[in-house]
T-cell receptor, first 114, second 112 residues
């Protein structure tokens, strides 16, 4: 009965590789997000999708490409990984038009680039 | 640019005492604020929210206070329990459409 799930939970890879993180929500929400949390716990929004449409695209390198095959899924693909990409990536979802900010977060994916 | 930040990076409180976590924001146009709790190894969890037309809102053992004059909000936790140990984030809705800007976080340590 997991609400927002992410896979994998841990990802260790070398610089230059391409990797993907998957996210699924079973809450019936229309809006999904990707956040990056650095080593100092600072959380920053990267992308937001509403009904498969890109709504928010923060200043993120174009090596990061989100893909939403349907409104229950928002995957994050990262090309040419760099050391600075090491972080914990959180997926979240919310009801469009629901209480602003009431977002449900996944457990996170810890990405380590060596 | 605009930012949301916290005064104290770490707060230690005795079990049973009340905790107060503070947050300053700089965007005077912010009209919605949220507190999240993040336990170790988990994603942030919504605690309570408040709109700018209110100055106080209460939940179960938690109260959020908003002072728009000085652009400050606080989270009060009554009778702090070990399970309250976590990092707490204040956040604001900025830029519309559920774009949430998080503050830097305060770590709450509960001493048994």
């Amino acid at each position: 009965d997991t609400a927002v799930s992410q896979t994998p939970k841990y990802l260790v890879t070398q610089m230059g590789n391409d990797k993907s993180i998957k996210c699924e929500q079973n809450l019936g929400h229309d809006t999904m997000y990707w956040y990056k949390q650095d080593s100092k716990k600072f959380l920053k929004i990267m992308f937001s999708y509403n009904n498969k449409e890109l709504i928010i695209n923060e200043t993120v390198p174009n090596r990061f490409s989100p893909k939403s095959p349907d409104k229950a899924h928002l995957n994050l693909h990262i090309n040419s990984l760099e050391l600075g990409d090491s972080a914990v990536y959180f997926c979240a979802s919310s009801r469009a038009g629901g209480t602003l900010g009431e977002q449900y977060f996944g457990p996170g994916t810890r990405l380590t680039v060596t | 640019g605009e930012s949301v930040g916290l005064h104290l990076p770490t707060l230690s409180v005795q079990e049973g005492d009340n905790s107060i976590i503070n947050c300053a924001y700089s965007n005077s146009a912010s009209d919605y604020f949220i507190w999240y709790k993040q336990e170790s190894g988990k994603g942030p969890q919504f605690i309570i929210d408040i709109r700018s037309n209110m100055d106080k809102r209460q939940g179960q053992r938690v109260t959020v206070l908003l002072n728009k004059t000085v652009k400050h909000l606080s989270l009060q936790i009554a009778a702090t329990q070990p399970g309250d140990s976590a990092v707490y984030f204040c956040a604001e809705n900025s830029g519309g459409y559920q774009k949430v800007t998080f503050g830097t976080g305060t770590k709450l340590q509960v001493i048994p």
